[in-house]
């Protein structure tokens, strides 16, 4: 079983990582996708720790790693890890079993050689500015492997930082998890995430978060501080989202308040040699934990797997977090080769290919029209490489890190803004491709027209004002479009209702951004406000419009004489609730009363008056006219 990162070719190398074929049934995995007789299991909520030991004893297990419900196992033999998988399997307080799988890459040298152009902004980082001048030879492109590169084709993301110059950038936090990153190098100062509560080196957890001497990130593989990229790869694509300009290498986040935070979730390399790097479902878990539980918005994940892999799956479908993946390098049809996590199709996942600097797909990427977000520039990428270096590299894990540092852009830049809505700004405003036409759902990723995009709805505030003698609840507005578009429309309604309801602002009563309305009964009450763009929301709102409890007489009974008159006198719980009162007769030509409670005694006999309040509450009053 091989897997990887979505690349990797550094200066003269680069490296693919590959995967088996998914299981879809998550939960029955072949006894032969266990590696090394590891099994990865979950424990429930309800499990105590004197049940977690007797499991495990039962099982014939060894524990060797274990976050909070995660645990990695270990058996001493083949024929043990079967017993073992059905006995945990079958156990009620377990609510996973899988393989801990391994990831490897398994590596395709090639040499894309740049026929000129010095190491210049707008010639090497074709992805960032493209001026057409750049020609390169690419190995995978077998009829004409000369390259040139065509003027507009990258991420339109210098007027996206011409625009918010001088507007403060809010701070973002990207996880890059991947093979680590090189902390020392020149391109980084004053770009990396920083663990202030903690003291680097003390061996001591100073923060109490359950990571020693995580000052500058986390090594989830061998569950250290140690971050060290000895391969490049992750350090590459740090510098694609985030390079502060050193010899004149940007990132795509400029001069942004974004950090990056260094996540390792490979193995240490052999003599620098990628194919001997190793992560597994236990390392990657951690490692997307840690960057939640640290602050991190968005991780940028350039590493893939054909098999299923049920733990990470359900952290993030779950987790609030933005994934950008790398759709793979093998060149496939995703639909009929799923690649994952690029290929799930939730809300917070954006899935990359690669685009070469003419506009074409790049021979090797990945593919789906119906899963595959955007394309980014990902063929013969100049960036940061460990030991102070600079280098090429080639591939959708390139390409992912583009997508990461517009997203970053966008949360930095943007209010109210999530993982969904920015995935819908990134993909709907793709700049369209005839050479990505079902290739890709999107197109070509556009920074500055995926900040121009207004996708949040209008914010609707409200303040309640109850007034008891007026019988009313007074509704005071405030509904603001914190995006590009301006308001359009505010409207209400009684009762429960949905943004359909409202016709795109064509039903409902019209009312002023600022403006109050008085809900004269208890119930629900919806607003509704639509901005210029077509953005939609509604609020709900409870009123409670304080009414009478009961009412009551001084008497129960009044005595008259014919052509004689009385005013009745109710009063009601509570005393000071506005109140409306009808009164009725049962005999008019006995006694009348008029709609003030003013009673006339008409001739002998006995007539009963009705007095209502206008919520319903009743009481009477017999008549006896003399």
């Given at each position: 079983?091989?897997?990887?990162?979505?690349?990797?070719?550094?200066?003269?190398?680069?490296?693919?990582?590959?995967?088996?074929?998914?299981?879809?049934?998550?939960?029955?995995?072949?006894?032969?996708?266990?590696?090394?007789?590891?099994?990865?299991?979950?424990?429930?909520?309800?499990?105590?720790?004197?049940?977690?030991?007797?499991?495990?004893?039962?099982?014939?297990?060894?524990?060797?790693?274990?976050?909070?419900?995660?645990?990695?196992?270990?058996?001493?033999?083949?024929?043990?890890?079967?017993?073992?998988?059905?006995?945990?399997?079958?156990?009620?307080?377990?609510?996973?079993?899988?393989?801990?799988?391994?990831?490897?890459?398994?590596?395709?040298?090639?040499?894309?050689?740049?026929?000129?152009?010095?190491?210049?902004?707008?010639?090497?980082?074709?992805?960032?500015?493209?001026?057409?001048?750049?020609?390169?030879?690419?190995?995978?492109?077998?009829?004409?492997?000369?390259?040139?590169?065509?003027?507009?084709?990258?991420?339109?993301?210098?007027?996206?930082?011409?625009?918010?110059?001088?507007?403060?950038?809010?701070?973002?936090?990207?996880?890059?998890?991947?093979?680590?990153?090189?902390?020392?190098?020149?391109?980084?100062?004053?770009?990396?995430?920083?663990?202030?509560?903690?003291?680097?080196?003390?061996?001591?957890?100073?923060?109490?978060?359950?990571?020693?001497?995580?000052?500058?990130?986390?090594?989830?593989?061998?569950?250290?501080?140690?971050?060290?990229?000895?391969?490049?790869?992750?350090?590459h694509c740090a510098g694609v989202i985030a390079a502060n300009g050193q010899d004149n290498v940007w990132g795509v986040t400029g001069e942004s308040n974004v950090k990056i935070m260094p996540v390792k979730v490979f193995s240490k390399s052999k003599k620098r040699d990628s194919r001997t790097c190793r992560a597994t479902s236990f390392s990657i878990l951690w490692g997307l934990e840690y960057a939640q539980d640290n602050g991190a918005k968005i991780c940028?994940?350039?590493?893939?797997?054909?098999?299923?892999?049920?733990?990470?799956?359900?952290?993030?479908?779950?987790?609030?977090?933005?994934?950008?993946?790398?759709?793979?390098?093998?060149?496939?049809?995703?639909?009929?080769?799923?690649?994952?996590?690029?290929?799930?199709?939730?809300?917070?996942?954006?899935?990359?290919?690669?685009?070469?600097?003419?506009?074409?797909?790049?021979?090797?990427?990945?593919?789906?029209?119906?899963?595959?977000?955007?394309?980014?520039?990902?063929?013969?990428?100049?960036?940061?490489?460990?030991?102070?270096?600079?280098?090429?590299?080639?591939?959708?894990?390139?390409?992912?890190?583009?997508?990461?540092?517009?997203?970053?852009?966008?949360?930095?830049?943007?209010?109210?803004?999530?993982?969904?809505?920015?995935?819908?700004?990134?993909?709907?405003?793709?700049?369209?491709?005839?050479?990505?036409?079902?290739?890709?759902?999107?197109?070509?990723?556009?920074?500055?027209?995926?900040?121009?995009?207004?996708?949040?709805?209008?914010?609707?505030?409200?303040?309640?004002?109850?007034?008891?003698?007026?019988?009313?609840?007074?509704?005071?507005?405030?509904?603001?479009?914190?995006?590009?578009?301006?308001?359009?429309?505010?409207?209400?309604?009684?009762?429960?209702?949905?943004?359909?309801?409202?016709?795109?602002?064509?039903?409902?009563?019209?009312?002023?951004?600022?403006?109050?309305?008085?809900?004269?009964?208890?119930?629900?009450?919806?607003?509704?406000?639509?901005?210029?763009?077509?953005?939609?929301?509604?609020?709900?709102?409870?009123?409670?419009?304080?009414?009478?409890?009961?009412?009551?007489?001084?008497?129960?009974?009044?005595?008259?004489?014919?052509?004689?008159?009385?005013?009745?006198?109710?009063?009601?719980?509570?005393?000071?609730?506005?109140?409306?009162?009808?009164?009725?007769?049962?005999?008019?030509?006995?006694?009348?009363?008029?709609?003030?409670?003013?009673?006339?005694?008409?001739?002998?006999?006995?007539?009963?008056?009705?007095?209502?309040?206008?919520?319903?509450?009743?009481?009477?009053?017999?008549?006896?006219?003399?």
């Amino acid at each position: 079983m091989s897997i990887i990162l979505c690349i990797t070719c550094f200066a003269t190398q680069m490296e693919f990582i590959r995967a088996e074929k998914e299981n879809y049934d998550a939960q029955e995995y072949d006894i032969s996708k266990y590696v090394n007789n590891e099994i990865l299991i979950k424990l429930s909520e309800n499990c105590s720790e004197a049940k977690e030991r007797a499991i495990l004893k039962n099982a014939n297990v060894t524990v060797l790693k274990k976050m909070k419900s995660y645990i990695v196992l270990r058996t001493s033999t083949r024929e043990i890890l079967g017993d073992a998988v059905k006995y945990l399997k079958k156990n009620t307080y377990i609510d996973l079993v899988q393989p801990n799988f391994e990831y490897e890459q398994s590596g395709e040298k090639y040499t894309g050689t740049y026929v000129r152009g010095g190491v210049t902004f707008s010639q090497n980082q074709w992805g960032l500015m493209n001026d057409g001048t750049l020609e390169f030879v690419d190995r995978f492109v077998s009829k004409s492997p000369m390259i040139q590169a065509k003027k507009g084709i990258d991420i339109n993301v210098t007027p996206f930082w011409s625009d918010v110059k001088n507007k403060k950038s809010k701070r973002v936090i990207v996880a890059v998890v991947d093979t680590g990153i090189d902390i020392n190098h020149p391109s980084f100062e004053g770009k990396l995430w920083k663990n202030t509560k903690e003291i680097p080196g003390d061996g001591i957890d100073n923060d109490k978060n359950g990571y020693i001497d995580d000052y500058d990130g986390w090594n989830s593989y061998s569950l250290d501080s140690e971050l060290q990229d000895e391969v490049g790869h992750g350090t590459h694509c740090a510098g694609v989202i985030a390079a502060n300009g050193q010899d004149n290498v940007w990132g795509v986040t400029g001069e942004s308040n974004v950090k990056i935070m260094p996540v390792k979730v490979f193995s240490k390399s052999k003599k620098r040699d990628s194919r001997t790097c190793r992560a597994t479902s236990f390392s990657i878990l951690w490692g997307l934990e840690y960057a939640q539980d640290n602050g991190a918005k968005i991780c940028n994940v350039s590493l893939g797997l054909e098999e299923s892999d049920s733990v990470l799956r359900e952290f993030m479908k779950s987790s609030d977090m933005l994934f950008i993946c790398a759709a793979g390098n093998d060149g496939v049809f995703l639909d009929y080769s799923p690649t994952y996590p690029a290929y799930y199709n939730f809300s917070n996942i954006i899935s990359v290919a690669n685009i070469r600097c003419d506009g074409k797909m790049h021979e090797s990427s990945n593919y789906s029209s119906k899963r595959v977000g955007v394309a980014a520039p990902g063929a013969e990428i100049y960036s940061t490489l460990p030991d102070n270096d600079f280098g090429f590299m080639t591939g959708t894990s390139m390409s992912a890190p583009y997508v990461t540092g517009v997203a970053a852009l966008l949360y930095s830049y943007t209010d109210r803004i999530n993982a969904t809505s920015a995935k819908k700004q990134i993909e709907k405003t793709a700049t369209k491709l005839d050479s990505l036409q079902k290739k890709v759902s999107g197109g070509l990723v556009n920074a500055y027209k995926a900040y121009k995009m207004d996708v949040s709805a209008p914010s609707i505030q409200y303040k309640r004002t109850v007034y008891k003698s007026k019988g009313y609840v007074s509704v005071k507005l405030n509904v603001a479009d914190y995006g590009n578009a301006g308001l359009k429309y505010v409207r209400w309604l009684k009762g429960s209702h949905t943004v359909s309801n409202f016709q795109n602002g064509n039903k409902g009563v019209k009312i002023s951004s600022t403006g109050t309305f008085h809900a004269k009964s208890s119930g629900t009450y919806t607003i509704y406000a639509i901005d210029k763009s077509g953005n939609e929301t509604v609020r709900k709102l409870t009123i409670n419009v304080p009414v009478p409890s009961w009412i009551e007489l001084s008497s129960s009974s009044v005595t008259l004489k014919k052509g004689a008159s009385y005013k009745i006198s109710p009063y009601v719980h509570p005393s000071s609730v506005y109140v409306k009162y009808t009164y009725q007769s049962s005999d008019k030509k006995i006694a009348s009363v008029d709609s003030k409670g003013k009673i006339v005694a008409k001739r002998t006999g006995k007539a009963t008056i009705i007095i209502k309040t206008h919520n319903g509450r009743r009481t009477t009053l017999k008549v006896i006219v003399k």
